[in-house]
Each structure stands twice: as structure tokens, then as C-alpha cells.
């Protein structure tokens, strides 16, 4: 019942604003993708973050926006998944091709049988590739209150890079 609570005002943007600039990116962690980690997770582990993009405001070179995002990862140890809501500030151009877009949001990470509430931000480099696709670079920092409850962490965030593509609709 909470998601839908979440994903209400989302859809009214949709449709209020919903014109053509809608964007929906594909991204996998680099690091879990390349070399795993320390912690029994070798490279080719899955982790996926996906956000779908509306434009809510534009101005002459930038706008304003709204996201969903949802983010899977098949860790050794129990999945990883989180959900989330949140807004950006994206410049269609910094130097020729090259983009940018910076994100907050607030959602919910799942984890066992437990949830945890946090927020995230990151930072985006997109370059055009085509008239509708962009490859793009994301650093995130995630509040990681799971880490901390389920395995003693000491780590309230965590810096996590993504490599990915983004479809302009």
C-alpha cells in the first residue's frame, strides 16, 4: 500500500506534464560488473538500477525533473532491492554532447525480510550517441541503514558508480 502512495504523484506528473522527453536508463554497478567486491560477490554480479525520467520544467538549456527509480541486486548474501522517488536538475549540454544531471530521492531499500528507509544522491554525465540514446555515468551515494542493522556496519553511505544507457522516448 505504501508503494502506491509513492507512485501516485508520479503518474499525475505523467500525465500533466508528460510530453516527449520522457527518458528511461539501464545501468549496472562497475564495480560488481568488473571485479566484485570483498565480500563473496565476483564480477558479472548483477546490480541494475533503472530510472525513468520526466521532464517537469525546461528552460533554454536545462530542466527541471522527476524520477522513479528501482534497483536490483542478486548479492551472495539475500537480494538487494530499493525503491525510490525523487527529483534532478539536468543541463541538455555542458560541452557539445556531453550532459549532466544531478538527482535527490527518498525511497526504500528491501533486505531479508526487513525494509529501511533512505535517500540517495547522484550525479549523472551523459553523452549523446544517437538522436535517442545516450551512454551515461552515474556516481550514487545511498544512505545504507541496512548495512548497519543486518551486518554491523559502521558505513552509513555508500559510493556506488554505474555504467548504462538512457532511451529518449
Not at 499525475?12 to 527518458?23: A, F, H, P, R
Not at 531479508?112 to 550525479?123: A, C, D, L, P, V
Request: net charge positive; no cysteine.
Amino acid at each position: 500500500m505504501k508503494k502506491i502512495f509513492l507512485i501516485i504523484p508520479f503518474l499525475l506528473t505523467i500525465s500533466i506534464y508528460g510530453q516527449n522527453n520522457i527518458e528511461i536508463s539501464l545501468q549496472q554497478d562497475a564495480r560488481l560488473l568488473l571485479i566484485g567486491d570483498k565480500k563473496g560477490n565476483d564480477a558479472l554480479t548483477v546490480n541494475l538500477l533503472s530510472k525513468l525520467e520526466v521532464p517537469i520544467y525546461n528552460f533554454e538549456n536545462s530542466y527541471l525533473l522527476t524520477h522513479i527509480s528501482v534497483e536490483y541486486a542478486d548479492l551472495n548474501f539475500k537480494n538487494y532491492q530499493r525503491y525510490a522517488i525523487g527529483s534532478g536538475f539536468g543541463i541538455n549540454s555542458i560541452y557539445r554532447k556531453l550532459g549532466a544531471v544531478a538527482y535527490v530521492d527518498f525511497g526504500k531499500i528491501y533486505r531479508q525480510t526487513q525494509g529501511f528507509y533512505s535517500f540517495s544522491f547522484s550525479g549523472e554525465l551523459n553523452f549523446k550517441i544517437g538522436n535517442n540514446i545516450k551512454l551515461i555515468v552515474t556516481q550514487q551515494v545511498t544512505q545504507r541503514k541496512d548495512l548497519m542493522k543486518l551486518y554491523n556496519s559502521k558505513k552509513e553511505f555508500i559510493i556506488s558508480g554505474f555504467l548504462g544507457l538512457k532511451y529518449n522516448f
